[in-house]
């Protein structure tokens, strides 16, 4: 199965700083497997540009909603038998102690 992982900032990152991971080493082990297929950190929050349509009205807007506290900083493309081997992936993500990792499967419309 695809999993998309989102990689986040949350503001409350994880106060034990010893034996952090490297992400270097990570996506080295990530990719010698075969698990991730795709990956990249997105360009700054200040770079973004939010595009909505209301009322027939197309509205856009610079960057994120002010009050937004959790921004997406980047994304890997996983490939694992399961949403446990998937959830072990995005454990040993350095993000997952620095901000937080959200994991989603593709949809199956043939299902």
């Known amino acids: 199965m695809k ?7 949350d503001g409350d990152p994880d106060p034990d700083t010893t034996n952090e991971p490297d992400i270097d080493e990570w996506v080295a082990t990530n990719d010698a ?3 991730r297929l795709q990956g990249h950190v ?3 929050a200040s770079a973004a ?13 610079d960057g994120p909603f002010t009050e937004t506290k959790e921004l997406i900083v980047g994304y890997d493309l ?11 992936v995005a454990r040993t993500h350095p993000m997952a102690r620095g901000g937080r990792i959200e ?3 593709f ?3 043939e299902q």
């Open 3 to 9: 999993y998309m992982m989102f990689v986040c900032v």
């Open 103 to 105: 994991i989603r499967p």
């Open 78 to 88: 996983i490939e694992c038998a399961d949403l446990d081997e998937a959830i072990e």
């Open 49 to 61: 540009t939010t595009v909505r349509v209301r009322n027939g009205q197309l509205l856009i807007s």
């Open 107 to 109: 949809a199956d419309f």
């Open 42 to 44: 997105l360009a700054p």
């Open 33 to 35: 497997k075969g698990r």
